[in-house]
């Protein structure tokens, strides 16, 4: 649905995201392998704190196919929003950036100060901390 090429509308967009998360909500009990430098490791999905919400956040890229996404969670692990978009041209790293900034502009847009943020992309995180 992203990819198509159509203009984004945001209701479809929210949609999108929102299953995607209900997917990974479903998978999240299970834990995801991962190999980081020849080890293997379970990487395991856990809500924010009470007083928190939580903002998962990833890019995608595969040819000439980008999209961003990301989807803010409560404490108790319900979806409260999320949001997703067509990036086509942009790097990986483009990708991620906006997907982090769109994903805190959401959460600023509904009120929330405490933000717990979670994402895999090294680069975008370490810009953020720096």
């Known amino acids: 649905m992203v990819f198509r090429n159509v203009l984004p509308i945001p209701?479809?967009?929210k949609l999108l995201a929102?299953?995607?998360?209900?997917?990974?909500?479903?998978?999240?009990?299970?834990?995801?392998?991962?190999?980081?430098?020849?080890?293997s490791t379970i990487?395991?999905?856990?809500?924010?704190d009470k007083s928190f919400v939580k903002l998962n956040f990833d890019g995608f890229v595969a040819g000439d196919k980008v999209a961003t996404g990301f989807v803010l969670?409560?404490?108790n692990g319900q979806i409260i929003g999320g949001g997703a978009l067509n990036l086509d041209g942009a790097t990986i790293s483009e990708v991620e950036a906006r997907a982090l900034?769109?994903?805190l502009l959401f959460a600023q847009r509904k009120g929330y100060?405490?933000?717990m943020v979670e994402g895999?992309?090294?680069?975008?995180?370490?810009?953020?901390?720096?």
Do not use: C
Request: overall charge positive; proline content about 4%.
């Open 18 to 39: 929102t299953s995607m998360g209900v997917q990974y909500l479903k998978a999240k009990g299970k834990g995801l392998r991962r190999n980081i430098d020849d080890t």
């Open 11 to 13: 209701a479809r967009s």
């Open 73 to 75: 969670w409560n404490y």
């Open 113 to 115: 100060k405490k933000i």
């Open 101 to 103: 900034r769109e994903g």
């Open 43 to 48: 990487v395991k999905w856990h809500p924010p």
């Open 120 to 130: 895999d992309f090294k680069l975008v995180i370490q810009s953020v901390l720096d």
